[in-house]
């Protein structure tokens, strides 16, 4: 259905593709797998029609094809649902599922009857049940993911592109796109599927395709390879353990380092916990469960309405970020790109927001040491960037979260590190760099607490384990003791808390 053979793209410094082949059949499943960097973002923006290859050919149904824009794409049948997704919150549901090609009555006026009529029918393919009429931002971020994905069947495409379409969904929600992919292939459509979940890959796809350094490394059917052997493909070598043993080395008699008591917002009740100095304490729960909610209320972003957060001995002023990271609390967000970087800033400008008091004199930051530290930085994050003055927005997903963690890393009074989810949209060498980063920085004596949607993550990482539910921690797990299912019976409130 869709060909593309020796596709080939540059940017100033980066050969993004090197005569890369990719194709589509119907009724497939084709996964794309690479690490951040390795080229599949932009053979998917090739596919879409958002970037024209500098060499190579582009056919659908054999056919030869020169795409302008997305909507000479959508036009043969190509769609993508990007991770990053671009909607309009301002409009409707039905607006955005029909953005630009808005139905007309005889008077030349939108026809609503038929917008919301086939919206709706949309909207139940893949199984959002929300009134076409709701405004998009009123959705959250695993709603309207579904609603690009209803965007996409709207153009009847022959083949859709899905980049990382589960990043930010429940499981329940993820079991129903699955079912919608099924369904879709039976149809004869043909899926292009990237994620960095390599459980995902197996269950749905036919052939799995890796991607390194910008070329095409191998190409395989799902049912000929294992998981360790394409990670060694991914890489170029084998990797290391993914998930680091940790050294437990906190005592858990001495006094708490982080103490939390009745914290309580609009979204989080009556939190208690604490964590000692070296601990890993993660945050488990299914989506709005409130693991961001209380991340961000901890960190003095949310507003409070009772409870106490002592650190060290010290009560930190609720409701305050400054005030928290004054006293040694640091805070990498979940959406990176929105909440925690400023994308049209360097590296080096990103790197030292919260250091730069130290790194000043009578008000003038000291330039010849704040390039050493993010020198250093780079350096042992690994970090891929010609320069600290590149802009951070040109980085993958993995790079740009090194840069978001050294941030706090580079402090040399944190006593905290909160993290929400801090591999999500990560390749499986970049996850593996950060488990051993956050490894080390327990190890250092900072507390950590990691919020993740991803069971496996939290079971490796952490010393214990607090189940979240409606706001509240409903269950407490020892390392030792904790186990994907009884994670999961804790999320979903059955059986006995």
């Not at 919150?89 to 090609?101: P, Y």
């Not at 996409?152 to 930010?168: G, N």
């Not at 801090?422 to 250092?444: C, F, H, M, Q």
Request: overall charge neutral; some cysteine.
């Amino acid at each position: 259905m869709l060909q593309l053979r020796g596709i080939g793209k540059r940017y100033p410094g980066v050969l993004a593709l090197d005569g890369v082949d990719f194709d589509v059949r119907p009724g497939e499943v084709h996964a794309l797998l690479g690490e951040n960097g390795a080229g599949k973002s932009t053979l998917i923006k090739v596919m879409a029609g958002v970037q024209v290859p500098d060499e190579g050919e582009y056919l659908v149904d054999g056919k030869p094809m020169t795409f302008g824009s997305p909507k000479d794409a959508h036009a043969a049948g190509v769609s993508v649902v990007f991770q990053e997704l671009s909607q309009v919150e301002s409009l409707s549901v039905a607006e955005n599922v029909f953005f630009g090609r808005l139905p007309a009555s005889p008077l030349g006026t939108v026809d609503r009857g038929t917008l919301h009529r086939e919206a709706r029918r949309l909207l139940e393919r893949v199984g959002l049940t929300v009134d076409p009429g709701t405004r998009l931002g009123f959705l959250s971020v695993a709603q309207r993911q579904l609603v690009e994905i209803a965007k996409a069947l709207s153009t009847d495409a022959k083949v859709i592109a899905m980049d990382e379409p589960t990043s930010a969904l429940s499981y329940a929600e993820i079991e129903t796109l699955f079912d919608l992919v099924d369904r879709l292939t039976e149809q004869g459509v043909g899926i292009v599927y990237v994620s960095h979940k390599l459980e995902e890959l197996f269950r749905l796809s036919d052939r799995i395709t890796v991607l390194r350094d910008g070329r095409k490394v191998a190409e395989t059917p799902t049912t000929e390879i294992t998981a360790d052997e394409l990670v060694t493909q991914m890489v170029g070598r084998e990797l290391d353990a993914m998930f680091p043993r940790m050294a437990r080395t906190f005592d858990p008699n001495d006094t708490p380092l982080l103490e939390v008591t009745g914290l309580t917002s609009d979204m989080v009740h009556d939190v208690t916990f604490s964590v000692h100095a070296g601990e890993v304490v993660g945050f488990s729960g299914l989506m709005g469960a409130g693991r961001t909610e209380l991340a961000r209320a901890l960190f003095g972003l949310d507003r409070t309405k009772a409870g106490q957060i002592r650190l060290d001995g010290r009560v930190v002023p609720r409701g305050s970020s400054p005030r928290a990271a004054e006293r040694g609390m640091g805070y990498v967000p979940e959406d990176r790109k929105s909440d925690g970087l400023v994308l049209v800033s360097t590296i080096r400008d990103n790197m030292t927001l919260a250091v730069l008091r130290r790194l000043s004199r009578g008000g003038t930051v000291n330039r010849s040491k704040e390039r050493g530290v993010v020198r250093d930085a780079i350096a042992r994050l690994r970090v891929k960037a010609h320069s600290a003055e590149v802009k951070v927005a040109t980085l993958s997903g993995g790079n740009q979260q090194k840069v978001t963690l050294a941030r706090w890393l580079i402090k040399e009074d944190l006593k905290v590190l909160i993290l929400d989810e801090p591999t999500r949209g990560i390749d499986v060498n970049s996850k593996s760099e950060i488990y051993k980063l956050i490894a080390g920085i327990a190890e250092r004596g900072v507390a950590v607490l990691v919020m993740s949607s991803e069971m496996p993550e939290l079971l490796s990482l952490c010393d214990r384990i607090h189940v979240m539910r409606d706001g509240r921690l409903v269950k407490e797990f020892d390392h030792a003791d904790a186990n994907q299912e009884d994670l999961m019976t804790a999320a979903i409130g059955k059986g006995k808390q």
